[in-house]
């Protein structure tokens, strides 16, 4: 193993400098609003604030489930935040997710609007209100949950871990590279065992388990994320590429995947959706034909 630049820590950590990286201007050690920036409002009961990245994707995909079952409920305006930018910095969004962290959801269906924030929150929110994709048996449901929460304390791992490390840090470290390589592919070996007996994670059925999983997961099963699939010879991991490939095939999520999507095939991205309609005509490659 190479061996970096020696570092020794200061006694108190200074924020003196900007921390390089594709994240850096956006990365601060503090809480709270940056600007005064109040968040639009559309007609749906609905109001998602969100950007297409495997934590976007899981919302959006949940969104086009319900309305896939025929709940009119679930009818949503979808915002785009561009945290590249720092919209999720803005005062108004700030309001909704005081963590400064896409997704996040309005929920003005009642006489007083619910903030909910946190991606596994608002799966559970949304399962719980239409009785949806959640089992109501004990025994299903624990399991339904145990994998979402899996999920939520497993892929900082993937994505802030090796993801950062193998793709987006200003230096290439070995020791991190391996370190997060390795817990990245231990995390494909549970879910591979795991679907070895089971069609979906919760069990027969599909659930908000296999929504909070796959834009990750399946993602990177698919070389879909950081160009790593080689590198991490995800190919081995034969029973989460059959999963993988059942849920792509689904109509909600194909729908749900390409909300607020603002990179790949510009047919793949529709960078707000305020109606079902915007599917047909209003992804990028259609507003850029001018059709």
């Not at 025994?139 to 999920?151: D, G, I, M, V, Y």
């Not at 679907?195 to 070389?223: C, H, N, Q």
Request: charged residues 25%; neutral net charge; glycine residues 10%.
């Amino acid at each position: 193993m190479s061996d970096p630049a020696e570092y020794t820590p200061p006694k108190v950590w200074t924020w003196n400098k900007a921390s390089g990286g594709r994240f850096a201007n956006i990365n601060r050690p503090i809480a709270g609003p940056t600007h005064d920036k109040e968040l639009p409002v559309g007609k749906h009961p609905m109001q998602l604030y969100s950007l297409g990245t495997p934590n976007g994707q899981k919302v959006t995909i949940m969104l086009e489930e319900l309305l896939a079952l025929g709940h009119a409920g679930a009818e949503y305006d979808a915002w785009l935040i561009k945290i590249g930018d720092g919209d999720q910095f803005g005062s108004g969004f700030v309001a909704i997710n005081p963590n400064s962290k896409i997704p996040a959801l309005l929920d003005r269906s009642g006489p007083k609007p619910i903030r909910v924030f946190e991606s596994g929150a608002i799966l559970m929110h949304l399962a719980e209100k239409f009785g949806a994709f959640l089992p109501k048996d004990p025994a299903p449901r624990a399991e339904c949950l145990s994998w979402l929460f899996w999920q939520m304390g497993s892929a900082p791992y993937l994505g802030g871990g090796f993801g950062h490390f193998y793709a987006y840090a200003p230096t290439k470290i070995e020791y991190a590279i391996d370190r997060f390589a390795m817990e990245t592919k231990r995390q494909l070996d549970v879910l591979d065992r795991r679907l070895a007996e089971s069609r979906f994670l919760g069990g027969d059925d599909y659930t908000i388990a296999d929504m909070a999983v796959w834009p990750w997961y399946g993602g990177l099963a698919k070389g879909l994320l950081y160009g790593s699939a080689e590198f991490l010879s995800v190919q081995e991991y034969k029973n989460v590429q059959r999963w993988a490939d059942e849920v792509a095939k689904r109509p909600g999520v194909k729908r749900g995947r390409i909300v607020n999507r603002l990179q790949g095939d510009p047919a793949a991205q529709l960078h707000e959706r305020h109606d079902a309609s915007d599917f047909d005509l209003r992804t990028q490659d259609k507003l850029q034909a001018g059709t």
